[in-house]
């Protein structure tokens, strides 16, 4: 079950987090795996792990903001099976903290980074007579969350986006969902804890972690999986749905 063999999957920000799982997950279960990151170095021990395990994996340095360089870079792959948006920035501020120029960064790699890769990759998913895209949301885009303003309304474009295109493209047999993650475990979160609270890593890791009514952060392979199944055939009959992944944060969190 689950197996993407044949299959040709793009994964934006493939090269770490979250995007590495992915990546390595279904080159695992076959497929040939495209990541695009900012640069290739940031691609490198992700390639060289799934290489290792003897996937098949390309890198490819790729700007998700720029509208040139994403329609190059699909054009230069060519036809796909999957595509996977996962590339993405994080940004803390209210309304009225969160200055004009960290607000369209998040718009740029965001949302129309999403824009981008969707515009780019349907010509390519056509030439496979359809496939599978899921767009990685947030459970921001679900609930309010404290001083995530700019964040939130990205995630919550992207949910929007999702609708969009699985109504859009129902008769071109090209499915689309998008899953909705809480706080998962990455080397983005230890980052930002220890950036942010120096000397307080362990208070703030279990204050954050306890945030999930299960008592603790997601995995990336967590989240792997559930975009495996979405991207796999067993999956044949879901569309334009979001999936929270989130430990019970969104219905339990009372």
């Known amino acids: 079950m689950f197996s993407l063999q044949n299959k040709i999957a793009v994964v934006t920000g493939g090269g770490s987090g979250i995007g590495k799982a992915i990546s390595a997950l279904f080159a695992k279960q076959g497929a040939t795996v495209h990541i695009l990151e900012l640069t290739e ?89 359809g496939g599978v895209v899921v767009n990685m949301a947030s459970i921001a885009a679900w609930v309010g969350i404290p001083d995530r303003f700019a964040y939130s309304t990205a995630k919550g474009a992207v949910m929007a986006m999702t609708l969009s295109v699985a109504k859009d493209y129902l008769n071109e047999n090209i499915r689309c969902n998008s899953i909705s993650p809480a706080r998962v475990h990455t080397p983005f979160v230890d980052g930002f804890i220890s950036k942010t609270y120096p000397g307080k890593e362990a208070e703030v890791f279990e204050k954050l972690s306890k945030s999930q009514p299960i008592g603790r952060m997601g995995k990336p392979d967590e989240v792997a999986a559930l975009a495996l199944f979405l991207c796999s055939d067993e999956a044949g009959f879901i569309t334009g749905c979001d999936y929270p992944i989130d430990g019970g944060f969104i219905k339990l969190n009372n």
Request: glycine share 6%.
């Open 41 to 129: 170095e940031s691609s490198k021990i992700a390639v060289d792990e799934i290489t290792a395990e003897g996937g098949k994996v390309f890198a490819h340095a790729c700007n998700v903001a720029s509208h040139e360089a994403v329609v190059a870079t699909f054009e230069k792959i060519g036809a796909i099976n999957i595509l996977v948006n996962n590339a993405g920035i994080a940004h803390i501020g209210k309304v009225d903290t969160t200055p004009e120029a960290d607000f369209d960064r998040i718009m740029n790699v965001n949302v129309k980074g999403v824009y981008n890769c969707l515009f780019a990759a349907i010509p390519q998913l056509r030439k496979s007579n």
